[in-house]
């Protein structure tokens, strides 16, 4: 790939390198209505069972059935093994004159053979019932905005009583309605929302309000509510393991299992500054979540998270192991997997017998937003429920629990059925309060020490406590001492629970936990301090930085010491000795409130300096991205001072940090700035670059000579005429638009380029005309957009250039590729289109989607397409299609991950999100354009959004932070995918890459499978300069980050392996063969031995971490916590075959990490 | 559910707390033909669309005049709309607020806000009150005559739940407030300060509680406050038995609910995000159904008006 680096950049001071070819392939992944009406299949179950693939020793059979079961949304059994199941007709939207009728069905197995006997009618009249749960003498249902719930007091099997529990839920989305009912361990009913959903209820504790998505935690008994954790975009599974960790899946997002812990914060939660991230990245989307347990599953499954890839027709096995505080996940084969476009496993629970139930919603069809409400094709009758067995296993016998006696209640505590044990404990809920006290009591003294299951038995007891409102302080401070880590870690959140019953005592349990040898226990410590509103647990909290922390850790205490703020940060104000004086614990914590008011103090501690060296560069550079302008002067004064013992690179760094405060904040530091002068003429290359940027965006008018001069002195060195061409566009005026244009007019490409770029800010209308011309004559395989961009992204940009445009000509070409640069930017002006189109003489370009051809071309990708060709397609530099897309992680984040786009998305649809991408959008993918009140207009997929800053990602994959006090409009944008991304390909081709993509995620050739394979890679590219230093020193240079070396992404195809073909290649010395570089990142996040299997290691060779390693086979490498690097080379004349490198365990390994994925 | 007091002394107490409760100030609510009265508040105004009770004692109460109502209640709702805004912001709650009310034509506007506003405490009254009068000056335009409906006292919670004692200390300083607003305005004031109590008081007979959670009206607690909120606001109202025995009633009521559902299905579609908000290029096109809802609710209306007349 050509890329330029292109330091000239306007309003940025970090160099950005523009990629030769802006052509962007932002697929819109989503599933529309089949106009293939041959797609729709069947409905007989019987031919739906015989498409699954089971897990081996598994077996599915049909549980229940449509037609009583239509639309199954939620299902829970009660403790007497029957199914309530809440289903919906009325979804996606009551239709005028509808009668909202939806229902509650209770269906039972009467005979315990595994099938159902019977299915009935509990409840109706309900508006979309997203949840459903028995307990308490009936059942809570979710009946849109409220929580109900439901009795039957003749017992006639029919609900005849309704009490409103809750209510104030949003429904401005009906998939994202209040869902996922489910008790916990410790007897509180825990309720998710999605991303849209807007939630005000009043409760006798005030009201409640929660925006976006999150899991709500409530107590019936007290009516108490609280939320757990915030975001995700569809939290569609939650569940605990067996010791009362939380983990759940989310409908839309794309990170697999997700390690839930109190306050913990995910994607999209409105107005968060940051997010715990999941523990699959890169995998599809999920629906339900069930820790599976108890004696019919294998030893193996033990514990297993069952979750249901509902696109790609996929009931989903993953094993948890330790990682620090939390959690790593793996994906196991597939407990189900099937190619009926009908199948739709959205819930999944374990039944009574200790089989696997799974929830099918049965649609060709999912999800309303894309796909018109009225759509004749929904399905609206059809649904199922199967049940996968172990063959040859026993089934569990379902416990007699309604009638059983307290004392038989408490043994089923030991039971290995995390079924069972829930279902006794809300049994004794509704047990004499007093009698189960007295009974625990007593069953606490007769367990057997030596067993070795007692401390979990002990920990049921606990719960069983809590669950029924009582208390056991004894108990819970010998749990709290357990030998078990996980015992101690749920006991403190059973004292976090107790917190007022315990008093002061409740502080005792948390700071003891921050000092735990387990990280676990330590989180659930700084958990637990966050609700207590004092300095004492501030101080407490901080404690664990004395312990390694991972990134778990250190979101918990980030957000403890923000929730904390105000019981701690004005005693450091007032310039009192907090966290003991600790430096490390105080710039953590100001570092976490990351607001302009920690400032001053972290200044201080400068001035005095208690600030270690190492530690300085970081603090400084909080200080100048959140001071104001007399601490901004401050730093100035540091940064510029001849005395001052900080590194030149210090220096470069903060004065950076300067000029982008300034940008972004328009702080100018206060005092005197005359230093710059010698700044300027610094040696240091880049602290020069930085002063030179200074010089401009403070305006110091007594530098512009000097700046201009540099600016167009063609001898200089390029990075540091660059900070000075963009010095000459911030000092602006007359002035600078008349050194621009002598920039222009200099006899070289670059310098008119940026002549361009700079002028598009001062002066549009004179760079249009230039920008024109040059476009005119624009070197081989540069790309319009590097000379388009920054005037696309003015205000007026688009109508200058139309103007320009007006007596101008351009060659087919030139007017082809400016085309493709005008539609990526971030305003879509269609008289600049048209303008263009004339300027090139171009007809009516690219593909016009008629119904007819739309039909044509959905028959020709099913008799003629070619999935293996269409991956080739795909994968061609020139589509761009990686840059913007990911397939299981690797790839751009711009749009959708496509890892599943086949099992969803129905031909027709790929079809036209190819050519018509703005159509229709993806969930999460809808853009925002920003005016900003410097004339900017910005576009992007905004991923954060707070009181104080937008952040944007752009079609670059850039992050963009805009600060809300200067958006001057902000509006609805389109698809970043531009219009025309396919127009190169010829019928045949567009057929063969519809094909590919509609194979994407089914089973077959085109399935991402559950092995960790190397995805992402880098490949080393030729360059003049990357050539000549490879040329000097030896191989092995590249694995270093030499900054001579050039990379570009590279990623393997679905199937996990590597082509050779494409791949740049070296020849650094004559005797020496063609070789390809590549290397790929992963992060270790528990030591230890990780394995590396090769496929084949023919002329590989094989540098971890810069260091030549011997590679003789599968390799086992010890690896510490962190980042590391593993670098090859390939021989290519004598190497053809693809590569695949896949992470195995190594046996008895702890060890833990993830593939680093991504553009 | 527990009581820590008897509703007896606990009337006791809250007299004792409130003076002398203050009288309705204004002239009663004289309904007139053609009126359509549109209630806001919180989670008591929103639950009485689907109870219906105060609706119908008010609609038989006038069985010569065409009389309709729209209610606008949403949960955790304050003076400053908050529950109303959405994606957007509180300024997008008010502005939905005023629409919406605008939309519904208001010739009586029944207002009762304060009870979440209430959390905020002493301290928090002086904004509550700028609110109120800021969502006043704004809905001037409609000139509606406008009710005031107090928020009324809570009641003891399940056990762990805070004593209300201290938050209707705080809401009977409200409620003062509400009432100087209303004499300032002209605009009728209607105490229910008591309300919640006296309902439980005249409960002792009847098995069923009126409160489960010591802040909202069960059904029952709901026909019984219907009573006494007509009684306050003026409104002679016949003896009425809504037992089941009553199938004109029933029907009646039936019929009052459905309407209100239908207009709920107007004014607060489900789906928002796809009819009219930033996925609108998606489902736009069904927006057309939203309106559709107006003439079902007209229906409604000739429906309810039938089974009026039909009533003696």
């Given at each position: 790939m050509n890329t330029i680096n292109l330091n000239?950049?306007?309003?940025?001071?970090t160099s950005v390198s523009l990629c030769f070819c802006l052509l962007t392939c932002v697929l819109t992944a989503r599933v529309h209505a089949q106009r293939d009406l041959k797609d729709i299949p069947d409905s007989d179950p019987e031919i739906e069972r015989s498409s699954f693939i089971v897990a081996d020793g598994f077996e599915v059979n049909l549980y229940a059935s449509d037609p009583l079961i239509a639309k199954p949304i939620q299902m829970n059994f009660d403790a007497d093994g029957r199914l309530w199941v809440a289903s919906s007709t009325v979804y996606p939207h009551i239709m005028p004159g509808q009668k909202a009728d939806d229902k509650v069905l209770i269906i039972e197995?009467?005979?315990?053979?595994?099938?159902?006997?019977t299915t009935s009618v509990f409840a109706g009249g309900l508006l979309i019932p997203t949840g459903v749960i028995p307990g308490d003498g009936g059942a809570y249902v979710v009946n849109s905005t409220e929580v109900l719930h439901l009795s039957d007091t003749d017992n006639d099997g029919k609900a005849d009583r309704r009490r409103i529990v809750l209510s104030g839920f949003g429904t401005e989305d009906t998939h994202h309605l209040l869902h996922t009912l489910r008790w916990g361990h410790d007897g509180c009913l825990y309720m998710n929302q999605s991303i849209y959903i807007h939630s005000h209820v009043e409760t006798p504790y005030g009201v409640k309000r929660l925006n976006g998505g999150g899991i709500w935690r409530f107590r019936p008994e007290t009516l108490e509510l609280d939320v757990l954790s915030y975001g995700l975009v569809n939290p569609w599974g939650h569940h605990f393991d067996a010791w009362g960790q939380s983990f759940a899946t989310d409908g839309a997002g794309r990170e697999g299992i997700n390690y839930v812990f109190p306050g913990s914060v995910f994607v999209t939660s409105p107005g968060a500054k940051r997010f715990v991230s999941g523990l699959n990245p890169g995998s599809p989307k999920h629906c339900g979540l069930e820790v599976v347990s108890g004696r019919h599953l294998p030893d193996d499954w033990q514990g297993s998270l069952v979750a249901n890839d509902f696109r790609a027709h996929r009931v989903c096995r993953f094993v948890l192991s330790e990682d620090g505080a939390g959690y790593a996940s793996r994906q196991e084969v597939e407990v189900i997997k099937s190619t009926h476009v009908a199948f739709r496993p959205i819930d999944v629970k374990m039944g009574p017998d200790g089989a696997i139930y799974i929830a099918d919603w049965y649609n060709p069809i999912i999800q309303h937003g894309e796909v018109d409400f009225r759509d004749p094709r929904r399905d609206h009758v059809h649904g199922r429920i199967w049940r996968v067995s172990a063959k040859g296993r026993p089934a569990v016998k379902r416990p007699k629990l309604t009638d059983a006696s307290i004392a038989q209640l408490l043994d089923v505590l030991k039971q290995p059925e995390e079924w069972n044990r829930q279902h006794a404990k809300l049994i004794l809920k509704t047990r004499d309060k007093g009698k189960v006290v007295a009974a625990l009591d007593q069953w606490l003294t007769k367990l057997d020490k030596s067993e070795s299951q007692y401390e979990h038995h002990r920990l049921e007891a606990l719960w069983s406590y809590q669950t029924i409102g009582g208390i056991n302080r004894s108990l819970l401070q010998e749990l709290a001492g357990s030998t078990d880590h996980r015992v101690r870690a749920a006991a403190v959140r059973v004292a976090s629970d107790w917190q007022e019953q315990l008093g002061r005592e409740a502080l005792q349990y948390y700071m003891r936990a921050v000092r735990d040898e387990h990280p676990r226990v330590r989180l659930e410590g700084v958990c637990a301090l966050e609700k207590i509103p004092s300095r004492e647990a501030a101080k407490a909290a901080i404690q664990a930085l004395d312990r390694p922390m991972d990134r778990f850790l250190d979101f918990a205490l980030w957000r403890t010491m923000r929730e904390l703020e105000s019981h701690w940060l004005p005693a450091v104000m007032d310039g009192e000795r907090v966290f003991d004086g600790d430096i490390t614990r105080l710039t953590f914590a100001l570092k976490a409130v990351d607001s302009p008011t920690v400032v001053a103090p972290l200044l201080q501690l400068v001035a005095q300096g208690k600030v270690a060296d190492d530690r300085a560069t970081n603090v400084l550079t909080l200080i100048a991205t959140l001071g104001g302008a007399d601490e901004l002067g401050k730093v100035f004064a540091m940064a510029s001072?001849?005395?001052?013992?900080?590194?030149t690179e210090t220096k470069a760094t903060l004065l950076e940090a300067l000029v982008a405060t300034t940008i972004q904040r328009k702080v100018i530091p206060a005092g005197n700035l005359g230093a710059l002068k010698e700044l300027i003429a610094t040696q240091h290359l880049r602290l020069r670059a930085a002063g030179l940027r200074a010089a401009g965006v403070w305006k110091q008018e007594s530098l512009r000579d000097a700046v201009s001069n540099l600016a167009l002195d063609t001898t200089a060195n390029r990075n540091e005429r660059d900070a000075a061409i963009d010095a000459v566009t911030s000092l602006g005026g007359s002035e600078g638009v008349k050194t621009l244009n002598q920039l222009a007019m200099l006899d070289n490409f670059d310098d008119q380029l940026r002549a361009v770029r700079s002028l598009s800010v001062i002066a549009p209308r004179n760079a249009a005309k230039r920008a024109v011309e040059l476009l005119g004559r624009l070197p081989e395989g540069i790309d319009p957009s590097l000379v388009l961009t920054v005037l696309l992204g003015r205000k007026n940009g688009p109508a200058e250039l139309t103007t320009a445009l007006a007596d101008g000509k351009l060659s087919v070409d030139a007017a082809k590729r400016t085309l493709r640069a005008v539609r990526s930017g971030s305003q879509q002006s269609p008289e600049l289109i048209a303008a263009i189109q004339k300027a090139g003489g171009l007809s009516e370009a690219g593909w016009k989607l008629t119904p007819k051809l739309l039909e044509e071309l959905v028959a020709e990708v099913a008799s003629n397409g070619n999935a293996h060709r269409g991956e080739a397609i795909y994968r061609r530099k020139e589509l761009q299609c990686a840059k913007c897309h990911a397939i299981a992680g690797a790839g751009g984040r711009v749009g959708p991950d496509l890892i599943s786009v086949g099992a969803s998305a129905q031909v027709d649809y790929l079809v036209q999100s190819l050519i018509t991408p703005n159509s229709k959008l993806k969930e999460n993918f809808h853009s925002l354009v920003i005016a900003t009140d410097d004339g900017r207009v910005v576009s992007g997929i905004p991923i954060r959004q707070n009181d104080t800053e937008v952040v944007l990602r752009d079609a670059e994959d850039r992050e963009l932070t805009i600060p809300t006090s200067s958006i001057e409009e902000k509006k609805d944008g389109r698809s970043l995918m531009p219009d025309g991304s396919v127009d190169q390909l010829t019928r045949d081709e567009l057929v063969d890459l519809v094909r590919f993509l509609s194979e994407v995620g089914k089973v077959g050739d085109f399935a991402v499978g559950s092995a960790q394979v190397v995805r992402r890679w880098r490949a080393l590219t030729w360059t003049q300069e990357g050539h000549h230093r490879l040329n000097r020193t030896s191989y092995d240079i590249a694995a270093t980050e030499d900054p001579a070396l050039t990379w570009e992404s590279a990623y393997s195809r679905v199937g996990g392996d590597l082509p050779l073909d494409g791949l740049p290649q070296l020849k650094p010395h004559r005797e020496t063969p063609q070789t390809t570089f590549v290397d790929f990142d992963l992060e270790v996040s528990t030591s230890g031995a990780i394995g590396f299997r090769f496929n084949s290691i023919d002329a590989l060779s094989l540098w971890v971490d810069s260091k030549p390693t011997p590679l003789t086979g599968d390799v086992t490498l010890e690896l510490n916590r962190g980042r590391h690097r593993l670098t090859l080379s390939v021989d290519r004349e004598s190497r053809k075959t693809p590569l695949r490198v896949e992470l195995i365990p190594a046996p008895g390994s702890k060890a833990q990490a993830q593939l680093v994925a991504g553009k | 559910m527990i009581r820590a007091l008897h509703p007896q002394s606990a009337l006791a107490a809250f007299l004792l707390l409130a003076g002398t409760l203050p009288l309705a100030q204004s002239a009663p609510l004289d309904l007139q033909d053609g009126d359509r009265v549109v209630f806001v508040g919180g989670t008591f105004v929103e639950r009485m669309q689907q109870f219906g009770y105060l609706e119908t004692l008010l609609t038989v109460a006038h069985p010569d005049k065409h009389i309709t109502f729209r209610n606008l209640g949403w949960s955790g709702d304050t003076v400053w709309g908050e529950s109303r805004a959405l994606f957007g912001t509180q300024a997008d709650g008010f502005a939905r607020l005023i629409k919406d009310v605008k939309e519904a034509k208001p010739t009586v506007l029944a207002i009762c806000y304060g009870a979440n506003e209430a959390h905020a405490g002493v301290a928090g009254q002086q904004r509550f009150i700028d609110g109120l009068n800021q969502l006043l000056n704004q809905l001037a335009d409609t000139k509606a005559r406008v009710v005031l409906l107090s928020p009324y006292a809570y009641r003891p919670g399940p056990p762990g739940a805070p004593s209300p004692e201290a938050y209707n200390s705080v809401l009977k300083s409200y409620c003062d407030a509400i009432s100087k607003v209303a004499v300032k305005r002209n605009a009728q004031y209607v105490s229910l300060f008591d309300l919640l109590i006296v309902v439980e008081e005249n409960v002792r007979r009847n098995e069923r509680p009126v409160t489960e959670n010591g802040i909202h009206f069960t059904q029952s607690g709901k026909r019984l406050a219907a009573f006494e909120i007509a009684k306050r606001l003026g409104v002679d109202v016949p003896e009425l038995d809504f037992g089941k025995a009553n199938e004109h009633l029933t029907k009646l009521r039936a019929a009052i609910h459905l309407k209100n559902e239908l207009y709920f299905y107007r004014y607060r579609p489900q789906n928002e995000t796809y009819l009219f908000l930033f996925r609108k290029h998606e489902q736009g096109n069904n927006a057309v159904e939203i309106p559709q809802f107006d003439p079902l609710v007209e229906e409604q209306e000739k429906v309810i008006a039938k089974l009026k007349t039909l009533r003696r």
């Open positions: 000239t950049s306007p309003n940025s001071v197995d009467k005979d315990q053979d595994g099938t159902a006997d001072s001849a005395e001052s013992k900080l590194s | -």
